[in-house]
Nanobody, 122 residues
C-alpha cells in the first residue's frame, strides 16, 4: 500500500504561483506512476498530469501544459506540482494519486491523498 499526503494549498491571486507537495510512504514506489488530479464541486475529478517514479517521465493534460510542472524527489519520497500563471478556473481541490498503469483516468489509480484546496482569486 501507498500512503499519500498533500500539502501546500492555499489562496493565491490570479497570475500567481503555488507549489503543492505530496509526501509518499509505504510501498516501494519504483513501479508506480504518481499523478495529480483536481476536482471542483459538482464536477468529475480531472487529470492534471503524472510522473513516473523510476524515470521521471511526465505527461500533462492540456490545462496544465506550459503552466504546471510535476517533479519528484526520490530521496525524500516527495512529488511536487509547481503551478504558475494561475487562473480563477484553477480553483479546485488537488489530489495526489499513485497507480501502476500510467494512465490518465481516475480508476487507474489505486491510492489517493485527501486533497489540498487551491483557491485563485481574480
Amino acid at each position: 500500500q501507498v500512503q499519500l499526503l498533500e500539502s501546500g494549498g492555499g489562496l493565491v491571486q490570479a497570475g500567481g504561483s503555488l507549489t503543492l507537495s505530496c509526501a509518499c510512504s509505504g510501498d516501494t514506489l519504483s513501479t508506480y506512476t504518481l499523478a495529480w488530479f483536481r476536482q471542483t464541486p459538482g464536477k468529475d475529478r480531472e487529470f492534471v498530469g503524472f510522473i513516473t517514479w523510476s524515470k521521471g517521465y511526465t505527461l500533462y493534460e492540456d490545462i496544465a501544459k506550459g503552466r504546471f510542472t510535476i517533479s519528484r524527489d526520490t530521496a525524500k519520497n516527495m512529488v511536487y506540482l509547481q503551478m504558475t500563471s494561475l487562473k480563477p478556473e484553477d480553483t479546485a481541490v488537488y489530489y495526489c494519486a499513485a497507480g501502476r498503469t500510467g494512465m490518465t483516468y481516475v480508476t487507474s489509480y489505486d491510492y489517493w491523498g485527501r486533497g489540498t484546496q487551491v483557491t485563485v482569486s481574480s
